[in-house]
Nanobody, 120 residues
Framework: QLQLVESGGGLVQPGGSLRLSCAAS?????IGWFRQAPGKEREGVAC????????DYADSVKGRFTISRDNAKNTVYLQMNSLEPEDTGVYYC????????????????WGHGTQVTVSS
């Protein structure tokens, strides 16, 4: 089974930056980042295909977040800039068994999450 481990979360002030990492135990096709705040549904944040060429972002983070990957390290990153309190939540990375899409219903492997708190 593929294992995914998130890291890089923490407490940051509004306007600050964090870089999250998703380390995989092996090759991954697409990798998606999701987040969930207390009392809210989990939402997709960003997605990247196996090559790193194709990326997609939620409208709420477009222009502020950047997803990238280093396949030699089996690691996907989420650079988060200009953070807002609304970005607070547990961030998860996830991968499908195959394919380059990040549709949640097809994602078979999930990490355990890393907490991001944006507060003054």
């Amino acid at each position: 089974q593929l294992q995914l481990v998130e890291s890089g979360g923490g407490l940051v002030q509004p306007g600050g930056s964090l870089r999250l990492s998703c380390a995989a135990s092996g090759f991954t096709y697409a990798i998606g980042w999701f987040r969930q705040a207390p009392g809210k549904e989990r939402e997709g944040v960003a997605c990247i295909d196996s090559s790193g060429i194709s990326t997609d972002y939620a409208d709420s983070v477009k222009g502020r977040f950047t997803i990238s990957r280093d396949n030699a390290k089996n690691t996907v990153y989420l650079q988060m800039n200009s953070l807002e309190p609304e970005d607070t939540g547990v961030y998860y990375c996830a991968a499908p068994r195959y394919g380059s899409g990040c549709h949640e219903s097809l994602l078979a492997y999930w990490g355990h999450g890393t907490q991001v708190t944006v507060s003054s």
